[in-house]
């Protein structure tokens, strides 16, 4: 028998769910705090956008396969395009 696989979508909204009923029942409540790795800003812009609300996120950048060689490639192709 395989074993069911792990929904973390709906991990993440229990999570949520019990950091917004302790916010409501709260007086002095804090945010609590989240390590977010990045791989570049499209990847991680929703994810942002989703639990800013709800965690005061810091963000780790890493990502080797982004160099500031091909940076500089992308940005002087995409600058030749216009």
Do not use: R, W
């Not at 069911?4 to 002095?28: F, G, M, P, R, W």
């Not at 500031?68 to 030749?80: P, V, Y």
């Amino acid at each position: 028998m395989t074993p069911q696989k792990i929904n973390y979508q709906k991990e993440l909204e229990k999570i949520i769910a019990d950091i917004e009923e302790k916010q409501e029942t709260t007086v002095s409540y804090k945010k609590p705090t989240l390590l977010l790795h990045a791989c570049c800003g499209p990847c991680s812009s929703y994810v942002i956008e989703y639990l800013a609300n709800i965690f005061d996120i810091t963000i780790y950048y890493y990502n080797p396969n982004i160099t500031q060689t091909s940076i500089q490639k992308t940005n002087i192709s995409a600058g030749s395009k216009n």
